[in-house]
């Protein structure tokens, strides 16, 4: 019976917070701000991006001159904020997900956070969660050189559990999330979120609408099972 490590990485929005609605109205009132008409389908594209991508695409796409880098932090630290601000009012868990949690931990799994937001984003959600208890590692954007859908984040988390990529899962919500896994080596759940479809997440290994499909013996199979070959 293999008794070795057992790891699962947990990305935050979309995963096990429930914050599109937030994060559409904070990054439409920050564009509108400075004339960047935002739509919702530009919106969708960006799940899973950082802030700095996500920034040049939407004033690209909607005629404008990305700004300087400087002056794109600003504005992502302003959108984040406004965000912020909307989740403190009522915190949007994820239906089930401190439930799976529960269990993992419970099963002897060893959790992180792999998360593209900032740090501040991450420590609101964790709290929000009340899930301190559970993570045993955390990395955001800023712990790494590359965003999603390069693996560094799921590697980094990987790296600071002590657990070898092979014996991770990664739990996830957007494809950039889901490439980013499996250039990790690293088999993916994908939750099929607001904004996603089945068809959009079908690479990866097992797609669920809610967290209480997901059993400590189907993250055991996954395991067993690796990356699909593809």
Do not use: Q
Request: hydrophobic share 40%; with cysteine; net charge negative.
């Amino acid at each position: 019976m293999d008794t070795g490590p057992r790891a699962a990485i947990f990305d935050l929005d979309g995963t096990l917070v429930d914050s599109f609605d937030a994060h559409w109205r904070s990054w439409r009132d920050m564009c509108a701000r400075y004339g960047v008409t935002l739509t919702r389908e530009r919106f969708v594209r960006s799940f899973g991006m950082r802030n700095d991508r996500i920034i040049d695409m939407y004033w690209r796409e909607d005629g404008h001159e990305p700004p300087h880098a400087e002056r794109a932090r600003e504005h992502a630290d302003e959108k984040e904020a406004l965000y912020r601000a909307m989740v403190a009012e009522r915190f949007p868990a994820m239906e089930g997900g401190r439930e799976l949690l529960e269990r993992l931990h419970a099963a002897g799994w060893l959790l992180a956070v792999g998360t593209s937001g900032p740090p501040e984003n991450l420590r609101v959600a964790v709290k929000g969660l009340g899930a301190d208890r559970w993570f045993h590692a955390e990395v955001c954007g800023l712990d790494v050189e590359h965003g999603k859908p390069a693996p560094d984040i799921f590697l980094k988390a990987a790296e600071r559990l002590g657990v070898p990529p092979a014996r991770c899962v990664v739990v996830e919500d957007a494809v950039p999330g889901i490439d980013a896994a499996h250039a990790a080596g690293m088999p993916c759940v994908a939750i099929c979120s607001e904004g996603h479809t089945h068809a959009e997440l079908s690479s990866a290994e097992r797609v669920i609408d809610r967290f209480d499909e997901l059993t400590v013996g189907a993250m055991d199979a996954l395991l067993r099972g690796g990356m699909r070959v593809r």
